[in-house]
């Protein structure tokens, strides 16, 4: 029976492709775990947002407060 000689692609396929799978299901576990975290930091911003617009919104209403007061003292002050 004849031996066949291996060339060294023959002999490395295998070890490359063991290697590819270890790293696909390591990238695969890495972003499994990965996701938790990036909900928690997309929750995190929202929350950081309505706050933001919360704040915005009252600033808006102060302002249009002060600006009703100063021009009702103004009038007043005419009227004088």
């Known amino acids: 029976m004849e031996v066949e000689e291996l060339t060294a ?3 490395t396929r295998p070890r490359q492709t063991a ?6 299901a390591a990238a ?5 775990v990965l996701k938790p975290v990036m909900h928690f ?6 929350m950081w947002a309505d706050s ?3 704040f915005a919104g009252s600033y808006d209403k102060g302002v249009e407060e002060a600006a009703t007061t100063v021009q009702e003292n103004a009038e007043k002050d005419r009227a004088a």
């Open 28 to 32: 695969s576990v890495g972003m499994n």
């Open 9 to 11: 692609w023959q002999t």
């Open 19 to 24: 290697s590819r799978s270890i790293s696909a």
């Open 52 to 54: 933001i617009e919360r």
């Open 41 to 46: 930091q997309i929750s995190m911003l929202r």
